[in-house]
T-cell receptor
């Protein structure tokens, strides 16, 4: 298993500003992901955070809007840039600590952002 | 392409049994996950099925039929704390999880 600490847990932000979310894991993990969950909807994968290289973004998400850092195997950050009300959502960090391709995912507590 | 369908909402009574269905369409199959998500919280892992049949884990059981592209989550002896959304997810060809929209389960006394 893995214990994931995510902060901030919630924040209220002004339009046009940027916010960085931090994700700290209690063990080294290869696979780390950032998800978004908009109100009443399921999880959408933003990107895979790769240690030592650029993140791999899913369709509809770009580095300029969601820059990601992954300096080591236990830590990552996601920045939501130039925020608009449409970015109001829960952002979740998740990791797959198991060996092999189909291990379960563990999630951080989530960061609930409200953009005014 | 990938597609996952599950009911949007279900209501059940405390102490009863409820079955939450999930149908999926995938190119290839790498197993199926069920997660529980309480309102305002992160999802937590419930089960993973890769072979056909029923797997029981306490009050919760999960069933899979690969030939039918079908799974269900069975919750017995329902408790109020079981009120949550239940998410079905399958890995795609790159082993990234594709998520269903979730089934919101409402438990009434």
């Amino acid at each position: 298993s893995a214990v994931i600490s995510q902060k901030p847990s919630r924040d209220i932000c002004q339009r046009g500003t940027s916010l960085t979310i931090q994700c700290q894991v209690d063990s080294q993990v290869t696979m780390m992901f950032w998800y978004r969950q908009q109100p009443g909807q399921s999880l959408t994968l933003i990107a895979t955070a790769n240690q030592g290289s650029e993140a791999t973004y899913e369709s509809g998400f770009v580095i300029d809007k969601f820059p990601i850092s992954r300096p080591n195997l236990t830590f990552s950050t996601l920045t939501v840039s130039n925020m608009s009300p449409e970015d109001s959502s829960i952002y979740l960090c998740s990791v797959k600590p198991g060996h092999g391709e189909t291990g379960e995912l563990f999630f951080g507590e989530g960061s609930r952002l409200t953009v005014l | 392409g990938q597609n996952i369908d599950q009911p949007t909402e279900m209501t059940a009574t405390e102490g009863a049994i409820v079955q939450i269905n999930c149908t999926y369409q995938t190119s290839g199959f790498n197993g199926l996950f069920w997660y529980q998500q309480h309102a305002g919280e992160a999802p937590t892992f419930l089960s993973y099925n890769v072979l056909d049949g029923l797997e029981e884990k306490g009050r919760f059981s999960s069933f899979l039929s690969r030939s039918k592209g079908y799974s269900y989550l069975l919750l017995k002896e329902l408790q109020m704390k079981d009120s949550a959304s239940y998410l079905c997810a399958v890995p795609d060809s790159n082993y990234q999880l594709i998520w269903g929209a979730g089934t919101k389960l409402i438990i009434k006394p």
